[in-house]
């Protein structure tokens, strides 16, 4: 490596004088300089970019439905045809599954109004009901966790940035993730999504090792991670096959930030991620590979959210049509204050909260048979009026700077509001939902949803086009719900606060009611005294 190099990515170069060497280094490395993920299987044939993502398309059914947006009976229409294929009523060509909507029917509902009570209230129910249909009340808890921030690429809404030199760079080593795990798991997690930066600092080989220490982590009473998804940079079909072949892991996310090509080429002005084509087919190279469980997301802030939305309906329809299975999730951050980052401090195209309540609702009529996540970037207050638009996933307790979570154990809420508010912190961030994991749970409790730790589709082969089969014929609730009573019947048993025990176990009493099947609910009783006796992990 070039000795200025070396000495950028051990962190050496700090000093105002060193500056133009300083850009130098930065230059050599988030050009085409450094490359994470190595394509040793070059043959593999896939669609252009511009084929999935058809700007074009979008505009055009954005402008086309803009005078159909404003008659209540076209939104009504689309509300109850969105209803009716999550609910399997008159679906097309006797066809089981469920189906989404169009783009130029999705285009529509973006167009609405967002000021309009009658029709929101109307999107918002719908999506509610279509998400109930499905997922029932259950939310399934994760926490992520923050292997490196050192990164080579230039993204401008990121604090990681190559070009952030005010802020700490680290890395954790073997006794570093292990502290970090036993830590989130003695907090109750099972299901952690692991996230690094691009640097030669932490390459691909070190992170293998990183998911096989985070796999092995035990902690009394009865710790351990069942599911690792990891969100991490671009990788090749050869080294996709390498992390399946960990057989440790769940779902490959990856954010494209944006779809709209001249903003991508803008807010990536250097380094490997400022390959737009290369990322959009990110996804085709995991399901060659034989990952088969893969999540979507966006940033919303960097450009117009109605062309996001439709741009990830079209990437979900592309993976639908050609590998028999839709995304697993998508993730829809909104931009959030971080250091060093100009279009996170000023954000070039706001969401106001009007917008986003209707774009999740709307993401949930469109996709229905898809998770959809939720993180601490939102607010509480937000994050509880989510939950009623068509949220199936969300964090809880995170943090977002390397190392945090074994050295934050000590510190109140507001204390770590205030330091995540910091611009000069290490967050990737800022973080505006302070709550531990058990004060999360217990407000789900409370608001009526049952928190899921359940792992068991990922371990029992229901992945991919599998799980989709059994999500789009609306069976996908008959496992989760009974799972999902069972692995709070966990938490509440080992990491439970008293009053969060207390009212979750009345939940768990009263949920048993709503289990249709007679020999389910004796199956579910037998494994809950088993639970009692000592017994875990035990699921359908």
């Given at each position: 490596m070039l000795p200025v190099v070396k000495n950028l990515?051990?962190?050496?170069?700090?000093?105002?004088?060193?500056?133009?060497?300083?850009?130098?280094?930065?230059?050599?490395?988030?050009?085409?300089?450094?490359?994470?993920?190595?394509e040793r299987e070059p043959n593999h044939k896939f669609k252009k970019a511009s084929e999935i993502i058809r700007e074009k398309e979008i505009f055009e059914a954005l402008e086309k439905t803009k005078e159909d947006s404003k008659n209540p009976e076209v939104i009504k229409s689309i509300l109850k045809k969105a209803k009716d294929k999550a609910l399997l009523k008159n679906v097309v060509g006797g066809s089981e599954y469920v189906q989404g909507l169009t783009i130029e029917e999705t285009a529509t509902l973006l167009n609405m109004d967002s000021t309009n009570k009658e029709l929101t209230s109307l999107l918002f129910k719908t999506a509610f009901d279509i998400k109930e249909r499905i997922y029932g009340n259950r939310i399934v808890l994760f926490a992520p966790l923050y292997i490196s921030n050192y990164c080579v690429n230039s993204c401008t809404y990121c604090s990681f940035r190559v070009q952030n030199t005010h802020g700490t760079r680290a890395l954790l080593e073997k006794e570093d993730i292990e502290r970090e795990v036993v830590t989130l798991q003695r907090q109750g997690h099972k299901r952690l999504l692991v996230l690094t930066g691009e640097h030669p600092k932490y390459p691909f080989e070190k992170f293998l090792d990183a998911l096989k220490v985070i796999s092995e982590v035990r902690t009394p009473p009865c710790g351990e991670i069942r599911r690792i998804n990891v969100e991490i940079p671009m990788l090749s079909v050869s080294d996709f096959r390498r992390l399946k072949n960990t057989n440790v892991i769940g779902t490959y996310t990856l954010f494209q930030e944006t779809y709209h090509r001249e903003t991508f080429k803008r807010v990536h002005p250097q380094g490997p991620k400022s390959n737009y084509e290369r990322r959009v087919l990110t996804f085709d190279r995991a399901q060659t590979a034989g990952i088969d469980d893969v999540g979507l997301g966006v940033l919303f802030g960097l450009y117009d959210y109605k062309f996001e939305v439709l741009a990830l309906l079209q990437h979900a329809q592309h993976l639908d049509q050609t590998y028999h299975a839709g995304p697993h999730t998508i993730s829809i951050p909104r931009i959030q204050p971080a250091a060093n980052a100009p279009d996170a401090i000023k954000t070039p195209f706001p969401v106001n909260d009007d917008d986003f309540r209707k774009l999740v609702a709307i993401l949930r009529c469109a996709v229905p048979y898809t998770g959809m996540i939720l993180s601490t970037r939102e607010t509480t207050e937000m994050r509880n009026q989510l939950l009623n638009m068509g949220i199936s996933q969300m964090s809880a307790g995170s943090r977002t700077d390397v190392g945090a979570y074994h050295r934050d154990t000590s510190k109140k809420a507001d204390e770590l509001l205030h330091q995540n508010t910091e611009y000069n912190s290490s967050s990737q961030f800022t973080l505006n939902d302070p709550r531990n994991t058990d004060q999360v749970i217990s407000d789900l409790i409370k608001s009526g949803y049952v928190p899921s730790f359940c792992t068991a589709c990922y371990r029992e082969g229901r992945t991919g086009e599998a799980f989709m089969n059994i999500a789009k014929k609306g069976d996908i609730h008959n496992f989760c719900h009974p799972n999902s009573l069972l692995t709070l019947q966990e938490y509440l048993t080992d990491y439970a606060s008293e009053e969060t025990r207390k009212i979750g176990e009345e939940l768990i009493k009263k949920e048993e009611k709503r289990i249709p099947s007679k020999i389910r609910l004796a199956a579910l009783k037998k494994k809950q005294k088993r639970l009692a006796a000592g017994e875990r992990d035990l699921y359908f």
């Open positions: 990515v051990s962190g050496a170069i700090r000093a105002p004088q060193t500056k133009n060497l300083l850009s130098n280094s930065i230059n050599l490395l988030s050009k085409r300089f450094y490359v994470w993920s190595i």
